[in-house]
C-alpha cells in the first residue's frame, strides 16, 4: 500500500515551488499532457505535444499518445533500425528497439492485432486477473512478449516523461508537480497500482486526481471570468465521463460558499480562506461539493467497437476466425471515431486484408453508413428509458476480449439507476436543493457525438421535466473532450498551491472492515466526507489478535451509505455495499515464536494522494491496564492483497467456506487431542486417527466443513515434528494435511496456510518409501489452487523428471506414485501456455500406448484439465489456444480410449466404463462453448465430439455444454477436482 505521505515538492514550505504543474491523462484509448507555466504572465492551460514514431521511420509530435504498445516484426526492426542509422533519428530511450507506443503502434496492431496491447487501463481495474502478471496481449502472437497491465500503463507514463524531459531538460518531469487522473470508480487496487505504474516510468512522487473532477476542472479553468454566472446555489451538476473502457458519473452540488459540513475543512474557491469578512469578494460566492460517485462500469468505447464488429461481421455468410475478428475490431474503432466526428460522412468502408497467399482473393470490403452506426449506438447503448428501468445482471455477451464488460450495454439504464439513487444524496432540506440535474458536462470520447449527447438530455428531460414540458437541463460545452482531464489535472496542480476554484471533494464512499460472519456486520473505517490527510481510530471495538498466526480484514465500500461514521457497526448489505480485496497479514512480534495475545486497535487514513491506509496498533492503554509495558505502540501497515482477486481468499467477504459451518472451540479441541494422541503416543496407530475423528465428532469425514478443516490443519501442524516417527506417521499426517487444506483456498488466509506448507515441506519429506511419495503428491494435488505460479512450475520440473525423463517412465502402471504424479499435473492450472501443451503431448503420447490401457482414465482426466476451455481456478490467459485443443481433440478422438471393439469393452466392462467417464469428461471440458472465438473450437470439431459422447452415452448435461454453453453442477465439479470438495465452496 502506498504510504499516507507521499507529497510533492510543492508540499513543503521550505521547498521552491516546481516551475510547472503537470497534468496526465492516463486513457484507455489516448493520454494527453496538460501543464501550466508558473512563471508565465498568463498561467494558462496548455497542451503537450508529444513526441511519438507515426511510421517506422518518422517521429512527429502530436496532441495525444494513442494507449497502445506493439511488439515490431523482425521487418519492422530491421527497417526501423536502418532508419535510425541512415537519418540520424532520435528516438526515446524509455521505449526498447522492437516496441512502440503511440499513434505507429495503433496503425501497425490494425494489421497485426496479435502483436498489440490496447486497453491496458481496464485490465489494470478488472479484479478477476492478476493485475501484476503478464498476460497482454491477451490473444498475442507466440512471439511477442507479454507485460503486465501495470508495466503496459507504466509504458505509456514513461513515454510522456521522456518527450517531456526532451523538450525540458531543465525542468524534469518527476521535479515538477504531476498529477495523474484515473477513474472515480477505481477500486484500490487499481489506483495502488496506478502509483506503482508512475513510479516504475520515472515519476516518483504523483498526486491522483478523479477524472470527472478533472474535467469539471477544466471547465471551471475555461470559464475563469463568468463561472459564478453559469451557476447557481442549489443546483445539481452532473458529470458524464464515457471514456474508451470505462463510464464514469459523478454528482456535484453547488452551495453558499460559507456552508460547512462538520466533519470537513472545505477550502472557498480563493486562495482557500475559511471565514470571509463581510464585504470580501469570497462572501457570496459558491463552492462546488462531489456528493456521489457512480460504480465502476467497464462501459465505453471499446463496447462501442465491439458492437460495431458485430454488426459488420452480420452481413457475411459465416463467423470471422479470431485473428481476422481483431482486425475487424481494430477497423470498427476507426469507423466509430469517424462516425462521431461532426463532420462524419453518409458511408464508409470497412476492409479487412486477406492471410497468406490468399491475401488478395480473401480480402473483404463491406459498406457501413451512418444511420446503421447510430442503431448500434444509439439504439444498443443510449435507449430511450424510464427512470425506473432496471439494469439487466448477469455476463456480458462481449466474450472475446477477456474483460469484464457490464453485462448491460444499455449506458442510459445505468444512468437512470445512478441517479435514482444518488440525485438526493447531500440534500439540503429547506434550502433549496435541486434533486434533478440542472447541469451536465459531458466528457470522454464517445461523448464527442452530438447525436448522443442529445440522447442523453432528452433522457434527464423526461425524467424530470414534470409539467414543465420545454424543460431540460443545461450542457456545459467543451471545445475538445479529449483534452479535457488533463488540462482540468494541471488546472488542479494550481489549486493545491492555492491559486484558483477548488472543489469539495470527499470521497463520495464509505468503507467498511468485516467484524464478523455470523451475522455478517462490519465496522465503518473511513467515512463518506473525509478529506485527503484526515486520519481515524477505531477504538470503540478493541480487538485481540494472537501475535504469529494470520489475521484476515475483509472490506467494503458504499456508496449508498454516505451517512455512516466512523465505529458505527452495520449490518453487511450486498446490495449496498462491494467487497474489495481483503488485506490480511500476520503479525510478527520481534521475537519470531512469540504467540501471546495482544489488544490492537484499527487506524485508518486516507492519504493525500486518495489511497487508503489501514494500520493495526497496539493498544497501550489496555496493555498498560493488564500488564505495565514501555515505549511506543508497536504499528503494523495492512496490505491490501493485489492477488487477492484471483486468489478465492477473496471468497471471505462472502464465507463461501466459513458459513458452511461454524465450529465451537469444544469441537475444535476434541480434534486436536485425538490428534495428539496419536502423533504423541508411541502405540496409537496411525491408520486409525480418521475413524477416531469421525467417531469423536460424529460427523462422517465427508461432511466436515471447511472451519473444521482448517483446524485439523492447524492442529497437524503444530504436531509436524511427530510426523518423522514412522513411513506410517508420516503417510497419515501427510494425507490428513492435505485433505483439511484441500483445494487451497475458500476460508480466510489460506494463501497463508499454503505457504506455510509449502515452506514446511516442499523437498523435505522424511521418508523415501513409495506410500509417503505418493501423499506427497496428492497433498500437492488437493491444495494446488492455493499454489503460486512459481511453486507448481518447480513441481511440473520434478515430475518431468519422473513421468517423461526416461525410458519406460511410466511403464509403472499399477504404482499409485506414477498416478498420483498424472493427476498433480493435471492439476496445475498456473503453469504456462507452453507447459501445459508439453504436458498434454506427453499424456497424449502415453493414451496413444494400447499396453497402458488401464492409465487411461487418469490420462484423459489430466487431458481434460490441462486443455479445457475455462479452467477451475487458474486464469484465462494460460488457457490454451482453441487451434492447438481442436488438434488435442482429434487425437483423443482416434486414439486407442476410444477405438476399442465391443468384444474388448465386454472382457474389461469395468476399466472400459471408467475410461467412457473419463472420456466424456475430457470432451466435455476441452470442447465446451463458452461464446469467445479465441477458446472456442471449430464447429465442426464440436460436431464430432457432440457424436462421440452420444457414442459413450454422456450425460445429456455433457451435451448441453458443449453445445450451448453452462456450468458444471457440483457433482461434475468434483470429479474435474478429483474428489470431493468441502461444503460450500465451489470450483469457478
Known sequence: MTDPANPSVSDSPDAIPPRYCIGIDLGTTNCVVAFVDTESDQRSVEVFSVAQWVDVDTIESRSTLPSFHYTLTETETAAAEAAKANRGLAEFLIDPPNVRVGQYARAAGTSQPGRLIASA?????????????????????????????????????????????????????????????????????????????????????????????????????????????????????????????????TLIRVRPADSRAQSSNELLEDAGQTDPAPGDPAAGAVQFHRVAVGKHLILGGDNLDLAIAKAVEAKLDEPLPARRWQQLIADARRVKELMLSPDRPAETTVHLAGEGSSLIGDSLSLTVTAAEIDRVILEGFFPDVELESTVLSGQSGFQELGLPYAADPAITKHLAEFLRMHRTTGIDEGGGDSDRVDLVLFNGGVLRSSSIQSRVLGCLAAWFAGEQEDWKPEALQSPRLDLAVAQGAAYYARVRRGEGVRIAANLARTYFMQISQTPPRAVCVIPADAQPGQSYRIDSLPMELRVGVPVSFPLWASSTRLADRVGEVVAI???????????????????????????????????????????????????????????????WKLEFDIRATLETDREAHHGGGEASGI??????????????????????????????????????????????????????????????????????????????????????????????????????????????????????????????????????????????????????????????????????????????????????????????????????????????????????????????????????????????????????????????????????????????????????????????????????????????????????????????????????
Not at 591 to 617: F, P
Not at 693 to 715: D, Y
Request: glycine share 6%.
Open 573 to 635: 448489505d450486498e446490495k449496498e455495499m462491494t467487497p474489495l480485496p481483503p488485506i490480511h497479514t500476520a503479525l510478527q512480534n520481534r521475537k519470531k515464536r512469540d504467540q501471546s495475545t495482544m489488544k490492537i486497535v484499527i487506524e485508518t487514513q486516507l492519504s493525500e494522494i486518495g489511497t487508503i491506509g489501514v494500520y493495526c496498533v497496539e493498544d497501550t492503554a489496555a496493555e498498560e491496564r493488564s500488564r505495565p509495558t514501555s515505549g511506543r505502540a508497536r504499528r
Open 121 to 249: 487501463k481496464s485490465w489494470l481495474s478488472h479484479e478477476g486477473v492478476d493485475r501484476t502478471a503478464d498476460l497482454l496481449p491477451w490473444h498475442g502472437d507466440a512471439d511477442v512478449e507479454r507485460r503486465s497491465p501495470m508495466a503496459a500503463s507504466a509504458a505509456y507514463l514513461g513515454h510522456l516523461r521522456a518527450a517531456w524531459d526532451d523538450v525540458f531538460p531543465e525542468h524534469p518531469m518527476a521535479e515538477q508537480d504531476v498529477v495523474v487522473t484515473l477513474p472515480a470508480s477505481f477500486d484500490e487496487v487499481a489506483r495502488e497500482l496506478t502509483v506503482a505504474a508512475a513510479g516504475k516510468a520515472g515519476l516518483p512522487r504523483i498526486q491522483l486526481i478523479e477524472e470527472p473532477q478533472a474535467a469539471f476542472y477544466a471547465w471551471l479553468d475555461r470559464h475563469g471570468d463568468d463561472w459564478t454566472q453559469r451557476v447557481r446555489v442549489g443546483q445539481l451538476i452532473l458529470v458524464c465521463d464515457i471514456g474508451g473502457g470505462t463510464t464514469d458519473l
Open 663 to 988: 465450529v465451537d472451540e469444544d469441537t475444535l479441541l476434541a480434534c486436536q487431542q485425538e490428534i495428539n494422541a496419536v502423533f504423541g503416543s508411541a502405540t496409537e496407530k496411525p491408520s486409525k486417527l480418521v475413524k477416531r475423528l469421525q467417531s469423536s465428532l460424529e460427523i462422517s469425514r465427508a461432511n466436515w466443513p471447511p472451519v473444521l478443516l482448517r483446524g485439523i490443519w492447524e492442529s497437524l501442524m503444530a504436531v509436524e515434528p511427530a510426523r518423522r516417527r514412522s513411513p506410517a506417521h508420516e503417510s497419515r499426517w501427510l494425507n490428513l494435511l492435505g485433505y483439511s487444506l484441500r483445494p487451497g483456498y475458500g476460508v480466510a488466509v489460506d494463501d497463508w496456510r499454503t505457504a506455510q506448507t509449502w515452506r514446511l515441506l516442499f523437498g523435505k519429506i522424511a521418508h523415501d518409501d513409495a506410500q509417503t511419495r505418493a501423499e506427497t503428491l496428492i497433498l500437492w494435488r488437493r491444495i494446488a489452487g492455493g499454489l503460486t505460479a512459481g511453486q507448481q512450475s518447480q513441481l511440473s520440473s520434478v515430475l518431468r523428471k519422473t513421468l517423461v525423463g526416461g525410458a519406460g517412465s511410466s511403464t509403472r502402471i499399477e504404482a499409485a506414485e506414477t498416478r498420483e504424479g498424472w493427476r498433480l499435473v493435471g492439476s496445475l492450472e498456473h503453469l504456462s501456455v507452453d507447459e501445459k501443451r508439453l504436458w498434454t503431448r506427453a499424456a497424449l503420447a502415453q493414451l496413444e500406448r494400447k499396453k497402458l490401457r488401464p492409465l487411461y482414465p487418469v490420462l484423459l482426466w489430466v487431458i481434460g484439465r490441462l486443455a479445457t476451455r475455462i479452467p477451475t481456478y487458474g486464469p484465462l490467459n494460460l488457457v490454451i489456444g482453441s487451434s492447438q485443443a481442436t488438434g488435442f481433440l482429434t487425437r483423443i478422438l482416434a486414439s486407442p480410449a476410444l477405438q476399442t471393439s465391443a468384444q474388448e469393452k465386454s472382457s474389461e466392462s469395468g476399466l472400459s466404463e471408467q475410461i467412457d467417464k473419463a472420456a466424456a469428461l475430457a470432451l466435455t471440458q476441452i470442447a465446451r462453448r463458452c461464446h469467445d472465438r479465441f477458446r472456442d473450437v471449430d464447429e465442426d470439431t464440436r460436431e464430432r465430439v457432440l457424436r462421440e459422447l452420444r457414442i459413450i452415452q454422456a450425460p445429456a448435461h455433457f451435451l448441453r455444454l458443449v453445445e450451448e454453453g453452462g456450468q458444471f453442477d457440483h457433482e461434475e465439479q468434483a470429479a474435474i477436482f478429483g474428489e470431493s470438495l468441502p461444503l460450500g465452496i465451489e470450483l469457478r
